[in-house]
Structures are given as structure tokens and as C-alpha cells.
């Protein structure tokens, strides 16, 4: 018996990041699934929870949503205007930086794409997307062009390629300055001044740690505090590398007082100190 507008209700309701469910809504026939989407179209202005039900619906159906429509394409925009549960459908990701409708669309899915491949460790993967991503956007100054060097250096970064991760990271700073979110100026930063110090490139590095403290000066108080210890972990590595220990405890003593709970204060410091 097939399923009533009400079941589908119920159906969209329980929306989950369960295995259950996924199986349970992806089993439906193509026009009752259809139906469940525009259930999910009609309640998500409802509230946030219902929002989170839909962009879990559509997550679930992404095999459903189709990026080169004009209507479905707003399916697309929504997952990610706010969390939903469930891994993010990197199948239609993918068609998506393929096959959008529109140029914006066509660069967020290609950038969450490449973001997620390099997280999940398909690093050639995700550089090829990063770099179909600069071919498309290098020298416009636009937003995914900034995300797209950032997770080219995470790359290179996680596959311990640093000599090749300097001129990405430069490139991320440069992109950084007058545009950007102040967070992306401050990873962009820290990014480079990691990678200097790997490298035992001080003296750069002491250059890169006067912008990366200027864009942590910059932050709001709450993420400013661990930014800022971080901060004082990389002066104490320099002093570290330059040979004065004593310089060096006492930067990691000012790292330690502004951000008591922050933790480790420098990627380098548990192996030299």
C-alpha cells in the first residue's frame, strides 16, 4: 500500500542521521520521494528544526536533487545554509561543481567537495577539485577562491609537502589582505607562519608572526584568547630555534597566562623544549 501524504509527514518528521531511515526514504517510489521533497521545500521556513528535518531530507534524496535545475538548485543553496544530520552527499557535490545551474553554485559544491576529500584523506582527489577551482577563479578575489587555497595548503600540509605548502600559503595571505573573513586572515597567517617554522625558515617566520598576530588582534574576545596563545607558542618556538631557552619559557609563560585552558601553545614545542 503505498504511503499517504501523512505517513510522508511522519516520514520527514523523524528525518535522522539513521542508517533506518536513510534506507526507509531513499526505498520509496520516485514520485512519492518527489512529494517528500516538497515537503521538506513547504516546512523549512517553518524553524530551524524543521529547516535541519529538510536539509536531512534532502540529504538523504540528494540522488533526487538535481544541481543543473533551476528548482532544485535552491535544494542545493540550503544544505548549506545550517547543519543537518547525516554526511554531507558528496555524489551530488560533485555533479553539482559539474553540472550547476549558475557559476556560485557550481564553486560552494566544488569547494565543499575538495574540502571534504582532503579531510577524509583522498588528497589527490581534492587537489585536483582545488585546482579546476583556481583555474576557474584565480584573480578574481572571490570567496572560493580564498577557501579553495586554503584547503590546497591542507593538502600539501597533510602530506608533509611544506616546500611546496610555502608559496600556497603566501598565496592564502595575499588573498587574505583587505577581503575575507578576519578567521580566514588568522588561519591564513597561522598557516604560514607553521609552515615557515617547519622549514626552520626564522627569519621569515618572524615576519609572518607580526601579520598572524595583527589578524588575531583583530578577532572577537572569545576566538582572539586560543588564537592568541597559539600565537605566543610560535614566538617561543623562534626563540627556541634562535637558542635562547630562557625567551623562550617566558613567551610560553605569557601564552599559558593568556589562555590558561587553550592547551599546547606551538606544533613544535613538545618535541624541542
Do not use: K
Given at each position: 500500500?503505498?504511503?499517504?501524504?501523512?505517513?510522508?509527514?511522519?516520514?520527514?518528521?523523524?528525518?535522522?542521521?539513521?542508517?533506518?531511515?536513510?534506507?526507509?526514504?531513499?526505498?520509496?517510489?520516485?514520485?512519492?520521494?518527489?512529494?517528500?521533497?516538497?515537503?521538506?521545500?513547504?516546512?523549512?521556513?517553518?524553524?530551524?528544526?524543521?529547516?535541519?528535518?529538510?536539509?536531512?531530507?534532502?540529504?538523504?534524496?540528494?540522488?533526487?536533487?538535481?544541481?543543473?535545475?533551476?528548482?532544485?538548485?535552491?535544494?542545493?543553496?540550503?544544505?548549506?545554509?545550517?547543519?543537518?544530520?547525516?554526511?554531507?552527499?558528496?555524489?551530488?557535490?560533485?555533479?553539482?561543481?559539474?553540472?550547476?545551474?549558475?557559476?556560485?553554485?557550481?564553486?560552494?559544491?566544488?569547494?565543499?567537495c575538495a574540502q571534504q576529500l582532503v579531510v577524509d584523506g583522498a588528497h589527490a582527489e581534492g587537489l585536483a577539485v582545488v585546482e579546476a577551482i583556481l583555474d576557474r577563479t584565480g584573480g578574481t578575489g572571490v570567496e572560493p577562491e580564498g577557501a579553495a587555497l586554503l584547503i590546497l595548503f591542507a593538502a600539501l600540509?597533510?602530506?608533509?609537502?611544506?616546500?611546496?605548502?610555502?608559496?600556497?600559503?603566501?598565496?592564502?595571505?595575499?588573498?587574505?589582505?583587505?577581503?575575507?573573513?578576519?578567521?580566514?586572515?588568522?588561519?591564513?597567517?597561522?598557516?604560514?607562519?607553521?609552515?615557515?617554522?617547519?622549514?626552520?625558515?626564522?627569519?621569515?617566520?618572524?615576519?609572518?608572526?607580526?601579520?598572524?598576530?595583527?589578524?588575531?588582534?583583530?578577532?572577537?574576545?572569545?576566538?582572539?584568547?586560543?588564537?592568541?596563545?597559539?600565537?605566543?607558542?610560535?614566538?617561543?618556538?623562534?626563540?627556541?630555534?634562535?637558542?635562547?631557552?630562557?625567551?623562550?619559557?617566558?613567551?610560553?609563560?605569557?601564552?599559558?597566562?593568556?589562555?590558561?585552558?587553550?592547551?599546547?601553545?606551538?606544533?613544535?614545542?613538545?618535541?624541542?623544549?
Amino acid at each position: 500500500m503505498p504511503p499517504t501524504h501523512e505517513d510522508l509527514v511522519d516520514l520527514w518528521t523523524a528525518a535522522s542521521g539513521d542508517a533506518a531511515w536513510r534506507a526507509q526514504v531513499q526505498a520509496l517510489a520516485a514520485s512519492h520521494r518527489q512529494l517528500l521533497l516538497g515537503i521538506a521545500d513547504a516546512r523549512y521556513v517553518d524553524g530551524e528544526d524543521d529547516a535541519r528535518r529538510s536539509r536531512t531530507t534532502y540529504a538523504a534524496l540528494s540522488r533526487d536533487v538535481d544541481p543543473s535545475s533551476p528548482v532544485d538548485v535552491r535544494r542545493v543553496h540550503r544544505l548549506f545554509e545550517g547543519p543537518f544530520d547525516g554526511g554531507w552527499p558528496l555524489e551530488l557535490m560533485h555533479r553539482g561543481f559539474r553540472h550547476a545551474v549558475d557559476r556560485e553554485t557550481e564553486l560552494r559544491c566544488g569547494t565543499l567537495c575538495a574540502q571534504q576529500l582532503v579531510v577524509d584523506g583522498a588528497h589527490a582527489e581534492g587537489l585536483a577539485v582545488v585546482e579546476a577551482i583556481l583555474d576557474r577563479t584565480g584573480g578574481t578575489g572571490v570567496e572560493p577562491e580564498g577557501a579553495a587555497l586554503l584547503i590546497l595548503f591542507a593538502a600539501l600540509a597533510n602530506t608533509s609537502r611544506w616546500v611546496e605548502a610555502v608559496p600556497a600559503s603566501s598565496a592564502a595571505v595575499r588573498w587574505t589582505e583587505g577581503r575575507g573573513r578576519p578567521a580566514w586572515r588568522v588561519i591564513a597567517t597561522d598557516n604560514h607562519v607553521r609552515t615557515l617554522l617547519t622549514l626552520r625558515a626564522t627569519d621569515a617566520a618572524v615576519v609572518a608572526l607580526e601579520a598572524h598576530e595583527a589578524a588575531v588582534a583583530r578577532l572577537a574576545h572569545e576566538p582572539r584568547v586560543p588564537a592568541l596563545a597559539t600565537a605566543r607558542g610560535y614566538a617561543a618556538t623562534i626563540r627556541l630555534f634562535r637558542g635562547d631557552a630562557a625567551g623562550a619559557l617566558a613567551a610560553l609563560r605569557d601564552g599559558a597566562a593568556a589562555s590558561p585552558t587553550a592547551g599546547a601553545v606551538g606544533p613544535f614545542l613538545d618535541v624541542e623544549v
